[in-house]
């Protein structure tokens, strides 16, 4: 039996709490951390860090439409940072950081613009949205030691302080959409 995949690229801020949200979903087949956006042909953390190469921290999520829609996935992406901050979510400050969706179709594209007019007009969030909606571009894959990290590195510092509660928080909201673990 062939499984159809979709793809989603999303950049909300660090990849490393972006790839933990989107692992724990029913019908999330993979997500990879990368950097996408820029000009610089497979940068580096370092490069990406330097806040010149255009890139912005990415997740690649292949998904499996049959289990999980992209609306679905776009109810996370909104709910699980601040779209209302240019380049900085939290104490993670840089152009790096920024919110986007880089949309793979025309489907995908009036989804996310739809989503969005709609929560800015909700008033959800008392700043209005920033978040870019773009065409996909390019994705690099982010070196091997960022993916799959929070689950690598659960005791590291920024794994327990920032994104475990963010983590802990979002499998309450989430709680129907998650894999059994």
Request: aromatic content about 14%; hydrophobic content about 30%.
């Amino acid at each position: 039996m062939n499984i159809i995949t979709d793809t989603a690229t999303f950049g909300e801020g660090c990849f490393w709490c972006t790839e933990a949200f989107f692992q724990r979903l029913k019908g999330v087949k993979e997500v990879l951390s990368g950097y996408g956006g820029g000009f610089v042909e497979n940068p580096t953390y370092e490069q990406v860090c330097d806040k010149n190469t255009g890139h912005i921290e990415l997740a690649r999520i292949v998904f499996d439409p049959k289990e999980i829609s992209y609306d679905e996935l776009l109810e996370v992406f909104w709910k699980t940072h601040d779209p209302t901050t240019m380049d900085q979510q939290g104490n993670d400050i840089g152009p790096q950081y920024r919110s986007a969706i880089y949309y793979h179709n025309a489907d995908q594209k009036q989804k996310a613009e739809k989503y969005k007019v709609a929560l800015d007009k909700s008033g959800a969030w008392a700043k209005p949205i920033v978040t870019i909606i773009e065409p996909f571009k390019n994705f690099y894959p982010a070196e091997n030691y960022h993916q799959n990290y929070y689950n690598n590195n659960q005791n590291q510092g920024y794994c327990r302080f920032v994104i475990a509660p963010k983590l802990e928080k979002f499998e309450k909201v989430f709680k129907d959409k998650l894999k059994k673990q």
